[in-house]
C-alpha cells in the first residue's frame, strides 16, 4: 500500500512458548511478497541439520525464501523489499559473542547496526528472541554473560519496536503499541 509505515515487532517468549508460530502468523496475516526469512541457527551436528532442513521445508510451503545469516547482520542484503523474518536472536546474540566471525565484546553495537540496517531494506520487520531470567538468575561466568547480552539486545529492540509481543503459553501479550486484529 501506497505510503504504508513500516512496522517493526518484536516476539518474544520462553522455549515452546509459541513465539516462532505467532511471528509466522502476524506475517502470513500481512499478506505481503516476498518473504524473507533471516535464519541464524548454526549448522553445528546432524540434528541441527535435520530441524534445519525441515524448518525451510515448512518455510517454502509459507512462500518465505531463507536467507541464513550467523554473524554479521548488518552486511545482509535483501534481494528485493518485503516484509523480513528474524530468527532468532537468542542464535545470533549467542554466534555474536563467541564464534570467532562474531562481534565479541561488541555484539550490542553489531546487533543494534544490523537491525537498522535491515530496516532500511524492508516494508516490515519481526523479530524473534528469548525471555531471558524467566528460569532463575543462579548462572554464573559465560551463561550469565550471554544472558546479560540477550536481556540487553532485548531491551535495545524493545525501543527500536513500534510493537512487543510476549507469548506466555502461546498466549500473545502485547506490551507496546497496538495489538494486531483478526
Same mark, same amino acid.
Given at each position: 500500500?501506497?505510503?504504508?509505515?513500516?512496522?517493526?515487532?518484536?516476539?518474544? /517468549?520462553?522455549?515452546?512458548?509459541?513465539?516462532? +508460530?505467532?511471528?509466522?502468523? $502476524?506475517?502470513?496475516? #500481512?499478506?505481503? @511478497?516476498?518473504?524473507?526469512?533471516?535464519?541464524?541457527?548454526?549448522?553445528?551436528?546432524?540434528?541441527?541439520?535435520?530441524?534445519?532442513?525441515?524448518?525451510?521445508?515448512?518455510?517454502?510451503?509459507?512462500?518465505?525464501?531463507?536467507?541464513?545469516?550467523?554473524? /554479521?547482520?548488518?552486511?545482509?542484503?535483501?534481494? +528485493?523489499?518485503?516484509?523480513? $523474518?528474524?530468527?532468532? #536472536?537468542?542464535? @545470533?546474540?549467542?554466534?555474536?559473542?563467541?564464534?570467532?566471525?562474531?562481534?565479541?565484546?561488541?555484539?550490542?553495537?553489531?546487533?543494534?547496526?544490523?537491525?537498522?540496517?535491515?530496516?532500511?531494506?524492508?516494508?516490515?520487520?519481526?523479530?524473534?528472541?528469548?525471555?531471558?531470567?524467566?528460569?532463575?538468575?543462579?548462572?554464573?561466568?559465560?551463561? $550469565?554473560?550471554?544472558?546479560?547480552?540477550?536481556?540487553?539486545?532485548?531491551?535495545?529492540?524493545?525501543?527500536?519496536?513500534?510493537?512487543?509481543?510476549?507469548?506466555?503459553?502461546?498466549?500473545?501479550?502485547?506490551?507496546?503499541?497496538?495489538?494486531?486484529?483478526?
Amino acid at each position: 500500500a501506497a505510503g504504508k509505515q513500516l512496522m517493526v515487532t518484536l516476539v518474544i /517468549g520462553g522455549a515452546a512458548s509459541g513465539k516462532s +508460530e505467532f511471528a509466522e502468523s $502476524l506475517v502470513l496475516q #500481512m499478506g505481503t @511478497l516476498p518473504r524473507w526469512y533471516i535464519a541464524t541457527m548454526q549448522p553445528f551436528d546432524d540434528e541441527c541439520r535435520e530441524r534445519i532442513r525441515r524448518h525451510r521445508k515448512m518455510r517454502v510451503e509459507k512462500q518465505f525464501e531463507t536467507i541464513e545469516c550467523f554473524t /554479521g547482520l548488518e552486511k545482509v542484503t535483501i534481494p +528485493e523489499k518485503g516484509v523480513v $523474518l528474524l530468527e532468532c #536472536m537468542s542464535n @545470533l546474540t549467542a554466534n555474536e559473542l563467541y564464534s570467532p566471525d562474531g562481534a565479541g565484546a561488541h555484539t550490542m553495537e553489531a546487533i543494534s547496526r544490523g537491525v537498522d540496517h535491515l530496516i532500511q531494506q524492508c516494508t516490515d520487520l519481526i523479530i524473534v528472541s528469548n525471555e531471558v531470567f524467566s528460569g532463575g538468575t543462579d548462572y554464573q561466568g559465560d551463561t $550469565l554473560h550471554y544472558l546479560r547480552t540477550l536481556a540487553a539486545v532485548n531491551r535495545l529492540l524493545a525501543s527500536k519496536a513500534d510493537r512487543v509481543y510476549e507469548i506466555i503459553c502461546g498466549i500473545p501479550v502485547c506490551h507496546k503499541g497496538e495489538e494486531r486484529k483478526g
